[in-house]
């Protein structure tokens, strides 16, 4: 038995090698032909390249684009649903999604909470120097920010002492109503009961009358807002007489913080040394200084928690005074939201409170009220 | 007239001489391979194969070597396409991929070993191929795995089997032919 090596069966192998002979007219012509296959061939990848750079570019740009659409439109609906101006369906939609992250946001069938933080309002607090008495002895006009019109009420409830001859409004300087929280400049002259204007802060009456209310600062009521208004009180009303009312600073209804006004001088017996009335709703009547003297029967109060409001028990009325049947007795005044209409006329023992604004129901229960603050002089 | 071997770049860039010596180096090649294995049109093989290189040559990577087994895979490829798609056109068993070709055969009388050819014969085509590329054409097995699409352990294997079924097949036929004799 023949024994085939493996290097010999290799050489064989490699001899049938056989390299059949071409045809040199055919071999030219196939090589150029395969020369110009190759040149486009390259001209193609080239072409490629460019065409892919082309189309990444495209790519990314359209990337971008709809982000940036996405992005703009995602924060355009969570805003529109923040808001809660989405049509219904969207955004309960939108508030169930996003409840489950624990964002609160409004269904379309929710009420507004009302206890948001009101928007304060521009003005708030300004007062006018006590020291400069305007020229103008109508109330409102001598304010620059006075308001053309608050609600007034033509249901104003006015009590009067009978035995005391009322005093006579004067009735080309109506006092209307003022915007919570602008600082009126001082009334020059108020008949007795007169409101001193809604929200004016009241600069020093100059001179009040028996019965007349040298009230500035009446915060508002009645007015949405009235809750913000700013009841600054009135400088120290130099004196006052008997059944003066030397309030100032009556707190806003609302929340308002009736701050009293400074200390009043002196107070004759029935005077009412009031400042601060804090009013109905929530505010904090704030006292005033201490009365330097109250005969009986006198009401040094100051920070009278007004009236019958739902919220009046939260008031800070700050009595503890001898309110002797004084201040703001009955919350004359006003329904609702009415800034205080004057008492006519007050005998002593009467509240010299005119213009106790807001008694009442002025602005219980808005929404913005509370932020107002009754600055004291 | 020898033409200096160029480089890949040069064919890349459409040099003349360069195709020039393409068609020199494996234009024969091819042509032989094809009808080793029985193409009726081995020339017709040859220009779709060098051709197929032209147009791919633009994004080829590698050196001589890979453009050689490059190559030979396309001439493979084409091969046996061509092939099954004749065999499509009869009636034959379905493991006829593993039935030795006739044509190889047919050829095999023709050469200077018909001992050798008729050994050949009784191997797989797939095997034939392996052989034929590795030991006739003298591509590496790496080149060769490369060629026929299989990974280089497996053709390693096969070449090692092929050879030892090639030399039993001789060391047979000898046998037998003492015997008669």
Redesign the interface.
Known sequence: MSRVSRRSLVSRLEALRVDEPMNDVFADDLAARLQSLAIAASFEVGANKGRLRRKLVAAIGSIGVVGWIGVTGAAASVGLATTGNLPAPIQDAVSSVFEVVGIDIPASNDEPDSNDEPTPLEGDGDSVDASVPSDDSNPEASSDSTPESTPESDDDIVLVDPSVPAIDVDEDNPVSSSRPGNSGSTPSVTAPGQSGGNGNSGNTPAATAPGQSGNSGNGNSGNGNSGNGNGNSGTTPAATAPGQSGNSGNGNSGNGNGNSGSTPAATAPGQSGNSGNGDSGNGNGNSGSTPAATAPGQSGNSGNGNSGNGNSGNGNGNSGNGNSGNGNSVNSNSVSGDSGTTPAMTTPGQSGNSGNGNSGNGNSGNGNSGNGRGNQD | MAIRRPSIAD??????RA??W???EF???V??YA??FGHPD??EV??ST??T???????FEGGHGELRSFVFSIAHARIVDDVRKRSRRQTVDIDWANQPSAEYTDAAIE???PE??AALADMPDELKHM??LR????LSTKETARAIGKSEVATRVALSRG?AR??EA??SQ??QSEDES
């Open positions: 064919l890349k860039r459409g040099d003349p195709w020039r393409f068609v020199n234009g024969p090649a042509t032989g009808k080793k081995p020339e040859t220009g060098l051709e290189i032209a147009r791919r040559i633009a994004k050469t200077s070993d050798l050819m052989l034929h030991y006739v054409e003298g050879m090639l030399r001789i060391e000898r046998d």
